[in-house]
C-alpha cells in the first residue's frame, strides 16, 4: 500500500497544512480515506484522479473530515455529463451511520435537481469491504457524542495500517488494544496538550504504541498552535509528523 497526505491539518487551515484527506493506493485500486473541505482541490493538484477512486472511506462528520463528501459525489456526476458517460462507476462510501440520511439533507441545499443521479452504494456502521487486494474494516471510536465515529483499518499481505480520525480520552486504552489487535502503522491525531473527551495527546499515542508494540506511528491533525510541540515530541519519540503531499510504503 502506498499512502498519501492530502491534509494533515484541522479546520483552523493554514498555509501548509489543509485539513484531513489520505489516499491508500495499491494494485491500481485507490481509497481515499477523509474528504474535509478543500480535498478534491488537492487531489487535482497532487495528480490523481478523482474518477478513479474505488471507495471513500468517512470517520466522522465534521467538516474538516467529511466538508468535500458529497462535492466529490456531485463533481463525478459533472465531470461524467461532460464526458457523455452513459455508464458512470459509480462510488462506495464506508463510514459511520447516518452518511446517506446527510446526503438527503445536502442535496437539499447544494443539488436541488431531483431528476438527477449518482450511483452511490452507503456501506454504514462497524462493517468490512474488500477492495482489490486490501481488507477494508471500520472500528467503533468516540469522539463526540453529536453522532457515531469509526476508524479504518487496512490490511494487505500481512501489512496493517489503521487511521482512527479524531478519538478522545474516554476510548480506553485496553479496548483499543483489543479492538484494532496488530497494527503494523497507525496513523492518528495527537494535536492537544492535555487530555481531553474528544481528542488524543501524543503521550497517549505513546502509550497505545508500547500496549501494542506498534511499529510505525504518523500523527496527524496537527494543531497550528500545538505544531512546534508536536514536532518535538515526534522527533524525541521516533514518531513521523505528518505533512501535506507526504507520500508513505506500507
Not at 494494485?27 to 474505488?54: N, P, S
Not at 473530515?65 to 464526458?83: E, K, M, P, Q, T
Request: aromatic share 10%; with cysteine; hydrophobic share 40%.
Amino acid at each position: 500500500m502506498k499512502l498519501t497526505i492530502l491534509g494533515s491539518g484541522t479546520s483552523a487551515m493554514t498555509k501548509n497544512r489543509n485539513p484531513a484527506g489520505f489516499v491508500v493506493e495499491s494494485g491500481g485500486e485507490i481509497i481515499l480515506l477523509d474528504a474535509g473541505f478543500g480535498v478534491i482541490r488537492k487531489l487535482v493538484d497532487l495528480g490523481f484522479d478523482y474518477q478513479k477512486i474505488d471507495l471513500m472511506g468517512i470517520t466522522h462528520f465534521h467538516a474538516d473530515h467529511f466538508g468535500d463528501a458529497f462535492n466529490l459525489i456531485f463533481a463525478r456526476y459533472v465531470d461524467d455529463s461532460y464526458h457523455q458517460v452513459l455508464k458512470p462507476k459509480g462510488l462506495n462510501v464506508m463510514g459511520p451511520r447516518g452518511m446517506e440520511e446527510r446526503l438527503k439533507k445536502w442535496r437539499e441545499i447544494y443539488w436541488p435537481e431531483e431528476s438527477e443521479s449518482y450511483p452511490v452504494k452507503f456501506i454504514e456502521g462497524e462493517s468490512k469491504l474488500l477492495v482489490g487486494e486490501i481488507m477494508v474494516e471500520t472500528i467503533k471510536v468516540i469522539h463526540v457524542d453529536h453522532f457515531e465515529s469509526v476508524a479504518f483499518r487496512l490490511t494487505e499481505n500481512g501489512k496493517t495500517l489503521v487511521y482512527t480520525g479524531d478519538i478522545g480520552s474516554r476510548n480506553r486504552m485496553d479496548d483499543l488494544v483489543k479492538n484494532f489487535g496488530q497494527i503494523d502503522w497507525l496513523m492518528t491525531e495527537a494535536s492537544y496538550s492535555n487530555r481531553t473527551d474528544n481528542h488524543f495527546t501524543i503521550e497517549q499515542v505513546e502509550e497505545w504504541q508500547k500496549l501494542a508494540e506498534i511499529k510505525k506511528i504518523i500523527v496527524t491533525h496537527v494543531n497550528p498552535l500545538q505544531e512546534e510541540r508536536v514536532k518535538n515530541s515526534c522527533q524525541e519519540m521516533g514518531f513521523i509528523m505528518a505533512e501535506d503531499g507526504m507520500k508513505v510504503e506500507i
